[in-house]
C-alpha cells in the first residue's frame, strides 16, 4: 500500500492571520501569549487539512523563518541579538533595532534568497568561536501538540550540512570545522525527539541538488553516519532539481528513506535510486509540485508508480515535490478566477486532494474513485486544448525578433554624456528605488475603487494627490532624482499582469515571502500582450509637478516571470521574451512621454538562476536578451536603470553588465557593503547605486553611518559612477521612519560632496 505525506504546510494562514498577529506584536497591539496562540491555532486548522495524510508534517510552522529557528534550536543566533526574552532575541535577529535608550541599535541578519525561490530566509552567521546547544524546545512542544490531536506526524529538520552551507562565515575560518559540534548538537536533539515518541524524522538537506565539493560531498559521510546512532528513522530529503552526481553519495548514506523531487527534471532518476536501495529503504516520490498552482497528471504518473507500487508496497511514499510554503492554501476560496482556468488549478489542499486520489486508485483501483478520477483528468485534458492559451499575433510577433532589438544605439560612456547634457546631475546623485509608504488610506482607495464603491474620477483624484504628495516631500528633502511613489500599485507585479492579457488573478492566493511579507503571485496561464499603456498618465501626472527628473517606474520581464505562477506547457524563455515584448511597448510609450530615466527592475534575475552551474549560461542569455529587449529600443539621452535585491552577484557579474543598463542599484547596507566584492576582481562599466539605507529594517540610520557605507563604495565605484539610495522601495515602511532616513541620506550625500570639493 502506497503511503502518502508531505514535507510542509504554508504557514500564513488563508486569511493572513500569521501576519496581522506578527504586525500587532511587533507594533505593542498584542502580547507573546496571543501571538503564540494564533501559531497554535493555525498549526491545528492546518494539520487539519491534512488529515487525509499517512503522516504530516510536525515542526515545518515557523514565526518567521525555518532557517532562524534552526539557528534557534542550536542556541546560535548572533550575538548582537542576545537580549530580552527569547521571543525578543529571535526577533531582533529576523528585525533587529532601532536605536533606543533601553537597548540601543541592533542590526538584523542578513537575508537572501531560499535557492531559486521567492522566499527569503535569515543567513546563518558563523565563526571559528561558534558554539551550538541544543534548544529543542519549540519542537517538542510542536510535537507533543500534534500527538495531543491525535495527528500522525514526522518531526521536520533543516539538516546540518545545509545549515552549515546556507550561513556565512564572519572570519576567514572553515565552516566544516564547526561539523562535529553541530552534529553533537543535532545527535542530542534527535534523542530528545526519539524520547517524546517521534518514530520518522524529515532531514532536509536540499544543498544535495547543487554542485558541492568533495570536502562538502566527504562531510555527508560524516554526518550521516554520526546521526545514524539515533534510535529515530532518518528520511533524508533534496528538492528543487535533481541529485545528479550526488545521487550515488546519497544512496550509500545509512538513511533510512529518500525523497527525490521528480518534478524538477528528476523523473529519470527515479530508476536509478529504486535499484540502489535496500531491501528496507522508504523511496519518496515528490510528484506533486510544491511550487506551481496547475494540477498534476495524475494519468501519467500512474504508467511509472504501478509498477513501483507492486516492487515497494509501504515503501513507496509519494508527496509533493517540496514544501507547500511556496504556493496559497486553498482554491475554495477563490470565487472570481474564470471557472475554465480554475479548474486547472491546486492550492496546497488541493495538491493533498491529489495525493490522496492517487494513492486511492493505486491501492485501490480505478474504480473506487473513477468519477473523481475522470473529472481532474478532463481539467487536464481542458488545459492542453484550450484556446485561451494561444494567441497568433503575439507568437507571430515572437518570432519576428530581429538581433538588433536588443542592443542600444551607443555605448555606455556616449550615452553617459548625452545623458548628463538632459539631466544636469551632481556627483553622488540621490534617489530613491521607486515605492514610497502605502497607507491604510492608499489601500482602502485602491481597494474601494476595485470594488466599485469608488468612481474612477474619485480614485484618480486621490493618486494624483497621493503622487503631488510624494514629489513634495522629496523635493523639501533635496532629493536629485524624484519617484511618484507608486500608490496605485499593489504590487510591483500584480500591477503589471492586471493589464496584461494572459494573466488572471486570486483573491487570496497569497504566499510568504519573508516574516510577515506576502505577496499574491499572477498566474500567468497565456500569451501575453499589452492592450494599452500601463504607467504614462501618472509619470507624466508626476513629472509635469517637479523640474528634477522623475523616474518611470516598470517590472522587468524576468521579475514578472519568476514572480509568478508561469505557466509550464511552454519554455519559460519562450514567456519571457512575450512579457519582454509588452513591457518593451510601455518603455517606447514612456520615452514618448518625454520620460528621462525609465528604472526596470529586474529583482529576480539571480533567483532564476538554475542551481547547477552547467546550466547557468542558458539561463542567463535568455534572461539578460529579454532584459535588453524591453530596454533597449529608446534614444542615447534616455536613461534606463535597472534594481536587483538581496542576491549574490559575485559569479553572474559578468551577465549583469552585459544588461548593460546605465545605472544598476542593489542591496548592500545589511551586509555592510560586502556584495560590492564583486566589483573588486571586474571592472563593471556602468554606474551603480549600492544601497546604504537597510529598508527592511525598522532602524533609521544616520547621516555618519550611511557615510560610512559611502566611503565603503568608493573603494569600488569610481565616484563620477557612484549613485546613493536605499536598498529597495519603501512601501513597507512607516512615513515616521522614511523621512529621516531619507534625510540622513540626502545630508550624508551633501556632505561628502562638500568634502570632495573642499
Known amino acids: 500500500m502506497a503511503l502518502i505525506h508531505n514535507l510542509g504546510f504554508p504557514r500564513i494562514g488563508q486569511q493572513r492571520e500569521l501576519k496581522f498577529s506578527l504586525e500587532k506584536f511587533w507594533r505593542g497591539e498584542q502580547d507573546e501569549r496571543s501571538l503564540l496562540e494564533t501559531g497554535a491555532k493555525l498549526r491545528k486548522h492546518h494539520w487539519k487539512l491534512q488529515q487525509d495524510l499517512d503522516l504530516s508534517p510536525v515542526g515545518d510552522f515557523s514565526l518567521y523563518d525555518h532557517v532562524l529557528d534552526t539557528s534557534a534550536m542550536l542556541d546560535n543566533l548572533p550575538t548582537r541579538t542576545q537580549k530580552g526574552t527569547p521571543l525578543q532575541q529571535y526577533f531582533l535577529a529576523a528585525r533587529g533595532q532601532a536605536d533606543t535608550t533601553s537597548c540601543g541599535h541592533t542590526s538584523a541578519a542578513s537575508m537572501t534568497k531560499w535557492f531559486n525561490s521567492n522566499y527569503h530566509y535569515l543567513v546563518p552567521e558563523f565563526s571559528a568561536k561558534t558554539e551550538f546547544s541544543a534548544n529543542p524546545e519549540n519542537l517538542l512542544s ?5 500527538q495531543a490531536q491525535g495527528i500522525r506526524g514526522k518531526v521536520v529538520l533543516l539538516g546540518p550540512l545545509s545549515y552549515l552551507k546556507l550561513g556565512k562565515v564572519t572570519d576567514n575560518s572553515d565552516v566544516l570545522a564547526l561539523l562535529p559540534s553541530l552534529l553533537a548538537c543535532y545527535v542530542e536533539i534527535l534523542q530528545h525527539l526519539a524520547s517524546a515518541g517521534v518514530e520518522w524524522v524529515q532531514i532536509d538537506e536540499p544543498i544535495l541538488v547543487t554542485d558541492l565539493e568533495k570536502p562538502w560531498q566527504n562531510a555527508f559521510k560524516q554526518a550521516y553516519s554520526t546521526l545514524n546512532t539515533s534510535s529515530v528513522k532518518l528520511l533524508l530529503t533534496s528538492y528543487f532539481g535533481q541529485l545528479d552526481d550526488n545521487l550515488q553519495l546519497v544512496c550509500n548514506l545509512p538513511v533510512n528513506g529518500i525523497h527525490i523531487d521528480v518534478v524538477s527534471d528528476g523523473r529519470d532518476e527515479i530508476s536509478k535510486i529504486v535499484d540502489l536501495l535496500s531491501a528496507d529503504q522508504v523511496i519518496s516520490l515528490g510528484i506533486i509540485d510544491g511550487r506551481n498552482i496547475w494540477k498534476t497528471d495524475l494519468q501519467d504518473w500512474l504508467k511509472v508508480l504501478q509498477p513501483l507500487q507492486q516492487r515497494f508496497g509501504d515503501r513507496l511514499w509519494l508527496a509533493p515535490s517540496c514544501s507547500l510554503l511556496h504556493v496559497p492554501v486553498d482554491l475554495n476560496a477563490e470565487t472570481a478566477i474564470e471557472p475554465e482556468i480554475q479548474s486547472w488549478l491546486a492550492f496546497a489542499v488541493q495538491k493533498i486532494e491529489e495525493l ?13 474513485v473513477a468519477d473523481a478520477f475522470n473529472s481532474h483528468q478532463q481539467a487536464i485534458e481542458s488545459r492542453r486544448h484550450s484556446l ?10 515572437v518570432a519576428n525578433i530581429q538581433p538588433g532589438m536588443t542592443e542600444r544605439q551607443s555605448p555606455y560612456l556616449q550615452r553617459a554624456i548625452v545623458q548628463q547634457q538632459r539631466l544636469n546631475l551632481p556627483l553622488l546623485p540621490t534617489t530613491t528605488i521607486g515605492s514610497f509608504p502605502q497607507t491604510t488610506e492608499i489601500r482602502q482607495v485602491r481597494s474601494r475603487f476595485k470594488q466599485g464603491k469608488v468612481t474612477s474620477t474619485d480614485y484618480k483624484t486621490a493618486i494624483r494627490q497621493n503622487i503631488a504628495e510624494c514629489i513634495q516631500v522629496q523635493e523639501q528633502l533635496g532629493i536629485d532624482v524624484l519617484v511618484h511613489g507608486e500608490a496605485e500599485r499593489n ?19 497569497w504566499v510568504q515571502s519573508y516574516g510577515s511579507r506576502c505577496v499574491k503571485p499572477p498566474i500567468l496561464f497565456g500569451d501575453v500582450s499589452r492592450p494599452k499603456p500601463m504607467t504614462v498618465q501618472w509619470a507624466k501626472y508626476a513629472q509635469s509637478l517637479s523640474n528634477k527628473p522623475v523616474k518611470g ?13 508561469v505557466r509550464d506547457d511552454q519554455p519559460r524563455s519562450e514567456t519571457c521574451q512575450q512579457i519582454a515584448l509588452a513591457m518593451r511597448d510601455e518603455v517606447e510609450d514612456l520615452a514618448g512621454a518625454g520620460i528621462s530615466i525609465i528604472q526596470i527592475d529586474e529583482a529576480a534575475l539571480r533567483e532564476g538562476l ?28 534616455v536613461q534606463v536603470h535597472t534594481h536587483m535585491c538581496y542576491s549574490q552577484f559575485n559569479d553572474i557579474i559578468e551577465a549583469i553588465a552585459k544588461m548593460d543598463a546605465d545605472v544598476i542599484t542593489i542591496e548592500t547596507s545589511r551586509g555592510q557593503m560586502h556584495l560590492l566584492d564583486a566589483f573588486e576582481a571586474f571592472d563593471y562599466p556602468n554606474a551603480i547605486g549600492p544601497g546604504v539605507y537597510d529598508i527592511h529594517s525598522p532602524n533609521i540610520p544616520d547621516s555618519e553611518s550611511i557615510s560610512g557605507l559611502l566611503t565603503a563604495a568608493q573603494n569600488y565605484i569610481p565616484l563620477e559612477r557612484l549613485w546613493v539610495n536605499p536598498d529597495c522601495g519603501l512601501k513597507t515602511r512607516r512615513w515616521e521612519e522614511v523621512t529621516p532616513a531619507l534625510k540622513a541620506m540626502v545630508n550624508a550625500a551633501k556632505s561628502y560632496r562638500q568634502r570632495l570639493t573642499s
Open 142 to 146: 510542536q510535537w507533543h501538540e500534534s
Open 356 to 368: 490522496k486520489l492517487l494513492q486511492n486508485v493505486l491501492n485501490n483501483g480505478l474504480d473506487a
Open 388 to 397: 485561451l492559451t494561444h494567441t497568433t499575433v503575439v507568437r507571430d510577433r
Open 491 to 509: 504590487d510591483m507585479v500584480e500591477y503589471f499582469g492586471e493589464q496584461l492579457n494572459g494573466f488572471t488573478f486570486s483573491q487570496n492566493g
Open 553 to 565: 517606474m516598470l517590472t522587468g520581464p524576468v521579475t514578472i516571470l519568476n514572480w509568478s505562477f
Open 610 to 637: 538554475p542551481l547547477r552551474q552547467r546550466d547557468w549560461q542558458h539561463y542567463l542569455d535568455w534572461a539578460v536578451n529579454s532584459f535588453r529587449l524591453t530596454a533597449n529600443s529608446v534614444s542615447d539621452d
